[in-house]
């Protein structure tokens, strides 16, 4: 064969393999859904080859079981509804299914465990990218009420990619002897990456908005978290003094970058907004408008904006915030941020955030901005570049920060930070923090050694106390260091406290 004829060969072959490319082998198939046709989704499902897309239209209904890799895509938007008889949406293991352009509602997953997880869409093992997706309306008995995806206990597997989407108005039950969470999202042991995604209205014992993590009794940090540019708003923990994080709940990685998390709640529960029990880093991200208020029965409320938590899993209670707004958020204890070592050490660092105008309210109540509590372990909070202005304690104790140690230490380290000023030198632009005792700082050994260390470049400054410390009051032998470069000025009724019998 000469070398222009198989030439000639060669471009035809291309021109083949580029038609196919094209969707030769696998051209879209347009399936009709009522009202637009009768055509039945799942026969077209069972029917279509591996790796080809079906252009949906209409409305189909169903509990619909996809065992391969498809695209499943709006044509230009579509609906499945499962109608409240079962998962709207089953993927199978080891299975990419993108779906686009879709609403997914109705769902039902019901039994206990993970036959009860999954309301709306529900994948171990798989890949799952939802693209323009609208995820509403569905229900798990146990956890998942919109997704439920990732992996059983063991090496973390699955990923869930959601862009672009908005996954509002689920619930999950939390019914069984091991509860559940994640009412709009449920990450089990897996891998979830939210971009410029809505997680809002949605409801769970734990984790209201979204659950991430290794699952109940796990004694590892496992399961990955990302989100950016998103929205996690209105959602609701409603288990009480056993649940938390109104609107996301952390036990694994998390990762929160240029996100707000506003107007979720967990009463009488812990992490209004954010509860992280693994290792979350939060950076440039609004949080505010969060409550964790006391309920009914006395139980108290931590963390209306964020608690950093250790429960006794090794490694687990690190965060780091950065940039931001941690504001208008309220508790009963840490009305903006907590750092509590409940089980083991807990670390919390904040560098160039704003904690402003949060609020703690009710008996024993504490930390307007941040309370920082030593128990079972050592909690470590280091802040540096912030702002902590107009906290309010009025009930309570320390209106900016509480720091105490009660079986463990409590050790707050603080530097270049303004306390109830928004500028670090002269003339200050005063915004108070106001608490009955110490309105700046209260600083208090209850019964586990507590230290705060201001140093260079750190104002405490026009800070009112109802009664004593409008600067900052340290209880039964407390520790501060006021390094040189620090001041404590213009607080009322006076600047420093020391009280060894509180």
């Known amino acids: 064969m000469g070398r222009f004829a198989a030439l000639g060969v060669m471009v035809c072959a291309l021109a083949v393999l580029a038609a196919w490319s094209a969707g030769g082998a696998l051209a879209a198939t347009v399936v009709n859904c009522p009202p637009v046709g009768t055509d039945n989704l799942q026969a077209a499902i069972a029917a279509a080859p591996p790796g080809s897309t079906l252009l949906i239209k209409g409305t189909c209904s169903g509990n619909f079981v996809v065992p391969k890799n498809l695209t499943l895509q709006g044509s230009p938007v579509a609906t499945l509804d499962g109608q409240g008889a079962g998962r709207t949406v089953v993927i199978a293991p080891g299975t990419t299914v993108t779906m686009t352009n879709l609403t997914v509602t109705g769902g039902h997953a019901t039994g206990a465990g993970p036959t009860g997880s999954g309301g709306g869409i529900f994948g171990l093992f798989t890949t799952l990218p939802l693209n323009n997706c609208l995820v509403t309306g569905n229900t798990a008995d146990t956890a998942g009420g919109g997704i439920a995806s990732g992996a059983p206990p063991g090496p973390p597997a699955g990923l869930l990619k959601v862009n672009s989407s908005r996954v509002t108005d689920n619930v999950a039950l939390g019914l069984g002897p091991m509860g559940g969470g994640g009412g709009g999202i449920l990450n089990h042991n897996g891998t979830a990456v939210l971009n410029n995604t809505v997680v809002s209205g949605n409801t769970a014992p734990g984790g209201g908005g979204i659950a991430s993590g290794s699952g109940a009794g796990d004694t590892t940090v496992g399961g990955s978290l990302t989100i950016t540019g998103g929205v996690i708003s209105g959602n609701n923990a409603n288990a009480g ?18 996100s707000s998390v506003t107007g979720n709640q967990a009463v009488g529960g812990i992490g209004g907004g954010v509860l992280n029990h693994g290792v979350a880093t939060i950076s ?70 704003a904690v402003s105008l949060n609020t703690v309210a009710g008996n024993q109540s504490g930390g307007g901005g941040i309370a920082n509590f030593g128990s079972a372990g050592d909690a470590d909070l280091t802040v540096t570049g912030a702002t902590l202005v107009g906290n309010l304690a009025r009930q309570g104790l320390g209106g900016a920060l509480a720091n105490v140690g009660q079986g463990g230490a409590a050790t707050a380290s603080i530097a270049s930070t303004a306390i109830g000023s928004t500028t670090l030198t002269r003339p200050y632009t005063l915004n108070p923090n106001h608490a009955l005792f110490g309105a700046g700082i209260f600083n208090w050994d209850m019964g586990g050694p507590a230290s705060v260390s201001l140093g260079p470049s750190t104002v405490v400054v026009g800070n009112q106390a109802i009664i004593d410390g409008g600067g900052v009051y340290n209880a039964d032998g407390a520790s501060l260091l006021v390094s040189p470069g620090a001041a404590v000025v213009f607080n009322h009724p006076d600047n420093i406290v020391d009280n060894p019998g509180f």
Not at 241 to 258: H, K, Q, R, V, Y
């Open 284 to 353: 440039d991200s609004q949080i505010s408008g969060n409550a964790a208020p006391d309920d009914s029965a006395g139980d108290q409320g931590i963390g209306g904006g964020i608690i950093n938590g250790n429960f006794g899993v090794p490694g687990s209670g690190v965060m780091s915030i950065t940039g931001g707004q941690v504001t208008k958020n309220q508790s009963g204890l840490g009305g903006g941020i907590g750092n509590a070592a409940f089980g083991g050490d807990a670390s919390l660092t904040i560098s160039g955030t």
């Open 241 to 258: 003094p056993f649940g938390g994080g109104g609107g996301i709940a952390n036990g694994g990685s998390l990762t929160l970058t240029a």
